[in-house]
């Protein structure tokens, strides 16, 4: 069983950043996640159950816009399990829950809408599949500021300072301090070490047991590093 240590943090905290999944030199979702026969199929089953309240063109009618600059930043580093389950428990209004394969077809389409490239295969409904995709640019996630819920992996580490995260990657915002799944923690063995020390705060009593291991740390970010809320193991070995 993968480690886990929660902290207890007594701030009620509104959470709508995404979360981390798998960082590597080119970005999954930028190889094709989809095909383009099934983002034609999207079309049609999101012609017929979506486009009423997101508009014809996606911008937004009487629901959020799934196309363009706002809808990218709001979704920027969350996976496609993660949309994917948004998508599924919530739409479409007032009807009834629609076949997976629907689901995963509508969103082959969305993601063309927004000019990520298809791909040989098709994208399908199981987690370990979506959890691998991460909704991000061309270079990557949005940078993280200030006061956001942030997830950072790297080695764990400390000094006489405290502890922090050594070879670590970029935080990078994240959706919830729910515990990450096993599928997208296995996605982020796949985040190659980065080159900078993030300091982690309001560690817990037993994070000693973690030392030198392969961590994933979330938390809120702030310019002295991160204010620690979970940390869980990514890999027993930081080699």
């Known amino acids: 069983m993968r480690g886990t240590v929660f902290f207890a943090c007594g701030l009620a905290i509104a959470l709508t950043s995404a979360s981390a999944a798998a960082q590597g030199e080119a970005w ?20 017929l159950f979506c486009a009423s309240c997101h508009a014809e063109d ?19 580093a969350a996976t496609l399990r993660e949309f994917y389950r948004k998508v599924s428990t919530t739409m479409p ?37 979506l959890g691998r995709f991460q909704i991000v640019g061309a270079n990557g996630p949005l940078a993280a500021e200030n006061g956001q819920l942030v997830s950072a992996v790297g080695c764990l580490a400390r000094d006489a300072g405290g502890w922090m995260l ?32 993030v300091r982690l705060m309001a560690i ?24 620690a809320m979970s940390l869980q193991m990514v890999a027993s070995t930081c080699s």
């Open 28 to 47: 999954p979702i930028w190889t094709g996640a989809f095909s383009a026969t099934q983002a034609g199929r999207g079309k049609a089953s999101y012609d």
């Open 58 to 76: 996606l911008a937004g009618q009487n629901a959020p816009a799934l196309k363009g600059d706002r809808f990218l930043s709001i979704w920027d």
């Open 93 to 129: 209004r007032a009807q009834a829950r629609l076949d997976d394969a629907v689901y995963v077809d509508v969103i082959a389409y969305v993601l063309q809408q927004n000019g990520f490239p298809t791909g040989p295969r098709e994208l399908t409904v199981q987690a370990d599949v």
């Open 166 to 197: 050594t070879r670590a990657s970029t935080p990078v915002r994240s959706r919830s301090l729910e515990q990450t799944a096993a599928e997208e923690l296995k996605a982020l063995e796949a985040v190659p070490a980065g080159s900078s020390t």
């Open 204 to 227: 817990a009593p037993g994070t000693e047991k973690h030392e030198g291991q392969r961590m994933e740390a979330k938390g809120l970010l702030s310019s002295a590093g991160i204010a």
